[in-house]
């Protein structure tokens, strides 16, 4: 019987290129997102090879995140590997000019959606046992600060914790937390952000030779395969063209 891969947010980006990669290996998928008719596209496209169940979730919803769970029936059952992705970042602007109802989206989405899916699939993937992975998708941005980064740093930070933490309770169970943090990656995130705006994308990405989705979701495969012995606690990527900044100095 073939594995399950749980994907959030497989509409676009990293989730997107995570559900092809999965297929192709000949996994059971289930994937979820808010937007009905790409995850019926999605469907469409990998149904002849594997397995699939779509799930419109909004992972901010508890009570249809938990149902959702409750609801999933053979193959889907038994989940084997658990891709935290959904999340977002609101915006560029400094915390003092800050929409707060966008930093509370941001929280609700990064930090409590991903609590409230890997709550209700641990017993799963407890019950699949040694081999059973955890996949955080966390970011640079959970330990390199930066000037309107704000709230969706405190976000990355709280996955990358977390997902330490979660690691010490599971203990003895099998089950694998990875804290996988991106860098710089070009996907659909940056016209999130930015309300639309895709002169800010292209500039964004520009003559960087950012990661691409298919870069994730090829990390992502490799860290659910690996052998079931071995646990990746944290795994940071950039491009090649993304490094470091000094520190700031603001002088009189
Ligand atoms: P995209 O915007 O391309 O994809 C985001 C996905 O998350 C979409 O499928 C979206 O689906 C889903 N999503 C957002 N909000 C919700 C919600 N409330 N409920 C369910 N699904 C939701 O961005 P990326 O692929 O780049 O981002 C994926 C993850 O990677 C995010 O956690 C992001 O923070 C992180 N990341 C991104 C980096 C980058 O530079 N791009 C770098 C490091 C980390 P839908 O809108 O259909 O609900
Ligand atoms: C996305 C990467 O640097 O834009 O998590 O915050 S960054």
Redesign the pocket.
């Known amino acids: 019987m073939p594995n399950t891969v749980f994907i959030?947010?497989?509409?676009?980006?990293?989730?997107?290129a995570c559900a092809h990669r999965f297929a192709e290996q000949g996994w059971n998928l289930v994937f979820?997102?808010?937007?009905t008719e790409?995850l019926q596209a999605l469907q469409k496209a990998l149904e002849p090879r594997c397995a699939v169940l779509p799930l419109t979730?909004?992972?901010?919803d508890t009570d249809a995140v938990q149902a959702a769970v409750t609801a999933l029936e053979a193959p889907f059952d038994k989940v084997h590997t658990l891709i935290n992705?959904?999340?977002?970042?609101l915006g560029t602007e400094p915390a003092q000019h800050c929409d707060l109802e966008k930093w509370h989206r941001m929280i609700d989405?990064?930090v409590k959606?991903l609590t409230t899916v890997t709550h209700a699939l641990l017993p799963r993937l407890i019950d699949n046992g040694a081999g059973a992975s955890i996949i955080n998708?966390?970011?640079?941005?959970g330990h390199w600060p930066y000037p309107g980064g704000n709230v969706?740093c405190g976000t990355?930070a709280f996955v990358e914790q977390f997902s330490y933490a979660l690691r010490g309770d599971l203990q003895g169970t099998g089950v694998r937390v990875t804290n996988l943090?991106?860098?710089?990656?070009?996907?659909?995130?940056?016209?999130?952000r930015t309300d639309g705006n895709q002169d800010a994308h292209d500039a964004l990405y520009a003559g960087a030779n950012?990661?691409q989705?298919e870069d994730i979701a090829d990390t992502c495969w490799w860290l659910a395969s690996l052998p079931p012995h071995l646990n990746v606690n944290a795994l940071e990527l950039m491009p090649v063209r993304q490094s470091f900044s000094p520190l700031s100095i603001h002088r009189e």
């Open positions: 959030t947010g497989a509409t676009s980006g990293f989730g997107l979820t997102g808010r937007r790409r979730l909004d992972v901010r992705n959904a999340g977002l970042a989405t990064n959606g998708i966390g970011s640079v941005a969706y990355k943090a991106p860098g710089l990656s070009e996907s659909e995130f940056t016209l999130v950012p990661i989705p």
